[in-house]
């Protein structure tokens, strides 16, 4: 069972910052693609950002040039650094992984992180 735990959410205003990281504990996390997915009231969960083992990085076009993914393989975490955030960032933000573009994951969802952005 593959547990992931994210964290680092909160109560920001627009424009604001939050760092979110999510621990995992998968032992091909070195090689897999870790995907950060995002959750708005009412909407379904939609990635939002991703990184391959190689280290490329692919961003929903909602996100491009705000966000950034970053992963440390030796802590088995990826993180999200989001800037310029907007109201419609609001929502929970959970990770999970995969193999490639993340066609499918392979992890259990865990609780995810609650982030709101007030105008």
């Known amino acids: 069972q593959v547990h992931l735990v994210e964290s680092g959410g909160g109560l920001v205003q627009a424009g604001g910052s939050l760092r979110l990281s999510c621990a995992a504990s998968?032992?091909?996390?070195?090689?897999?693609?870790m995907g950060w997915y995002r959750q708005a009231p009412g909407k379904q969960r939609e990635l939002v950002a991703f990184i391959t083992g190689t280290g490329s990085t692919n961003y929903a076009d909602s996100v491009k040039g705000r966000y950034a993914i970053s992963r440390d393989n030796a802590k088995k975490t990826v993180y999200l650094q989001m800037d310029s955030l907007k109201p419609e960032d609001t929502g929970v933000y959970y990770c999970?992984?995969?193999?490639?573009?993340?066609?499918?994951?392979?992890?259990?969802w865990g609780q995810g992180t609650q982030v709101t952005v007030s105008s």
């Open positions: 998968h032992s091909l996390f070195s090689i897999s693609t």
């Open positions: 999970n992984w995969g193999w490639g573009t993340l066609d499918h994951v392979l992890g259990s």
